[in-house]
């Protein structure tokens, strides 16, 4: 089987995941983008030694710890990560559409669209992170479906 279509199966598979169980789906982004922010802020410190990159790098590792180990106690961080999500979501459809022929165009367009709207609802992810698992799940459903179609 193909690279490209074992990662739309495996796409597909996840986006159903994120979008029928919406609160694994959050706690599993909020985990992820905890380790995330901790690898980055280790990075930060450890590329130069510079007063910006140690304070960065610091913020980034105690916001990345408060993700994995607090996961219901600072709504406001969940709408943060509904932000957090939209970008990048905007910037992976971006990175789709400057890339070579073998990603789709279509599917990087979707991703913009869904990172778009990820972001402008915002707001109501303070109150219900879930929408953001739903939005992510969704958009990992279009592009399995998009990676398999080719």
Known sequence: MEPHKIAGIISIILGLIFAIFPVFGTVAMS?????????????????????????????????????????????????????????????????GLISGPQISKIGSIVVIILGIISFALGGLSIGQ?????IIVGVSLIIEGIILLLQ
């Open 129 to 133: 992170p879930m929408f953001a698992a």
């Open 31 to 95: 985990v992820l983008i905890g380790v995330s922010l901790v690898f980055l802020g280790i990075a930060l410190i450890a590329c130069g030694f510079t007063a910006f990159n140690i304070i960065i790098g610091i913020l980034a590792i105690i916001v990345g710890l408060i993700f994995i180990s607090n996961l219901a106690a600072f709504s406001f961080l969940m709408g943060l990560q509904f932000y957090i999500i939209g970008i990048l979501l905007i910037l992976a459809g971006i990175a």
